[in-house]
């Protein structure tokens, strides 16, 4: 999958996963976002990278902040952008993906950004389109590129660096998408430590995540961490869950500001969102002033105006 997201020229064709993708990839999206937000925040016009371009939101699970954040990013930088009405589309008539993505591309998309619950559906539409990039905004338990680009970027605002960190990923860390593109992209970047946590039953294998600390013991993930990543608890993934209790979820996996503090004193708590207070962390940590939970927000649309460019400039 990471082969065809490359061209032969070795640059970006499409963005499917942080899996293989390489320091100087990832390095050069952080960068470009940097320097697109530095733009921003100076007061000045951003360029109008994507004139002309035509980006399509193909959104086939709900979405808040991914959407909306690829149609700002899309937008500032000078696309038409169009939000593909799956509801009433032929889509549901039976047409294929496939057929879809070519009638949209005979109407000049040069983008298409996709969710859905399927692993490797992105992947699947980047080996038919014929000249558009897909980016990948989720797909099942798979990968969520974007997010691992605005997580990383986040940790490096605060840290200043990756390499070196221990970072401690915690919660329903076995279906989530998040959880793999973040340890692809800290593994890529020399993170020192990644520490997986959460109950056996949420837990990937450790053939699935080589070189991942993996632990049920909250406390000794947490233990000097300079990163603490929490996790949404996926209701609609884990209704085979047997017992599952919010409560006593809480009570062992919950990010209160008691078990905070068996964190480093200048560590970081992030939250890929959406959150569920009171199940996987305490509101006032949400709130709290080592939450960069908006500012992972706020990253999100400089990536995806970076990871945009770098696909669709001519
Ligand atoms: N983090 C994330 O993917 O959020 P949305 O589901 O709101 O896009």
């Known amino acids: 999958m990471s082969a065809i997201q490359i061209d032969e020229h070795g640059r ?13 990839h990832i390095d050069a999206l952080l960068d470009r976002a940097a320097a697109l937000r530095a733009t921003v925040r100076a007061g000045s016009a951003l360029p109008p990278l994507l004139a002309g371009r035509t980006v399509v939101n193909l959104f086939f699970e709900p979405s808040t902040r991914t959407r909306t954040s690829f149609e700002l990013a899309a937008r500032r930088l000078g696309a038409l952008v169009v939000n593909f009405d799956i509801g009433s589309s032929s889509t549901s008539k039976g047409e294929s993906l496939e057929d879809t993505l070519a009638t949209l591309e005979a109407m000049d998309s040069d ?22 990039a897909i980016l990948n905004a989720g797909d099942g338990n798979h990968a969520h590129p974007t997010q691992g680009l605005l997580d990383l970027l986040t940790i490096r605002d605060r840290k200043g660096r990756i390499d070196g960190l221990k970072v401690a990923i915690c919660g329903d860390v076995k279906h989530s998408r998040v959880a793999r593109s973040d340890i692809h992209g800290l593994a890529a970047l020399d993170a020192a ?11 990937p294998a450790q053939e699935d995540v080589p070189g991942c600390r993996i632990t049920s013991d909250f406390d000794a993930a947490l233990d000097a961490a300079d990163v603490v990543i929490m ?3 996926q209701k609609e993934r884990i209704e085979h869950l047997p017992g599952f209790d919010e409560a006593e979820y809480f009570a062992r996996y919950g990010l209160t500001r008691a078990r905070l503090a068996r964190a480093r004193p200048d560590a970081v708590v992030m939250h890929p969102g959406p959150i569920n207070r009171g199940i996987e962390i305490a509101p006032d940590v949400a709130d709290g002033t080592q939450s960069v939970i908006l500012d992972q927000v706020a990253n999100g649309i400089f990536v995806r105006m970076a990871v945009l460019a770098e696909l669709l400039q001519r």
């Not at 970006?12 to 100087?24: D, F, K, V, Y």
């Not at 430590?193 to 837990?203: H, K, S, T, V």
């Open 12 to 24: 970006l064709r499409h963005l499917l996963t942080l899996e293989n993708l390489g320091r100087a």
């Open 193 to 203: 430590e990644i520490r997986l946590c959460g109950p056996a039953a949420l837990l």
């Open 231 to 233: 996790l949404r608890i």
């Open 111 to 132: 983008a298409f950004v996709v969710r859905h619950k399927e692993n490797g559906t992105p992947a699947r539409l980047a080996a038919h389109a014929r000249r558009a």
